[in-house]
Nanobody, 125 residues
Framework: VQLQASGGGSVHTGGSLRLSCAAS????????IAWFRQAPGKEREGVSC????????YYKDSAKGRFTISRDNAKNMMYLQMNNLKPEDTAVYYC???????????????????WGQGTLVTVSS
């Protein structure tokens, strides 16, 4: 199983980025997916997730209204659209897959089984 994250970069405050994550070796469709991030010196935190059982989504409070998580099961891809970026969004962003089926998605990192390699997002003021 391999998850390949891409789309990070450097933007100014207010800018936008779209992160992508391509999965190989497993189909994303049955599983919960999530995006996490880790800023320098801080713990990894869950940003957003989608539950496979009903498509419901969860967003970290600071991401609500600015970020949108999505998935394309046909392409076996997941995305995180990030708008109105702020310096505090600067971090390495990771895509992740939880291989449990039928449960609501979680943003606890220890519940996720497969991880992408991370893509760096830098937001400057």
């Amino acid at each position: 199983v391999q998850l390949q994250a891409s789309g990070g970069g450097s933007v100014h405050t207010g800018g936008s980025l779209r992160l992508s994550c391509a999965a190989s070796g497993l189909r994303l469709q049955p599983y919960n997916i999530a995006w996490f991030r880790q800023a320098p010196g801080k713990e990894r935190e869950g940003v957003s997730c989608i539950s496979s059982r009903d498509g419901s989504t969860y967003y970290k409070d600071s991401a609500k209204g600015r970020f949108t998580i999505s998935r394309d099961n046909a392409k076996n891809m997941m995305y995180l659209q990030m708008n109105n970026l702020k310096p505090e969004d600067t971090a390495v962003y990771y895509c992740a897959v939880d291989n449990l089926v039928g449960v609501r998605c979680s943003t606890n990192y220890y519940e996720y089984d497969y991880w992408g390699q991370g893509t760096l997002v830098t937001v400057s003021s």
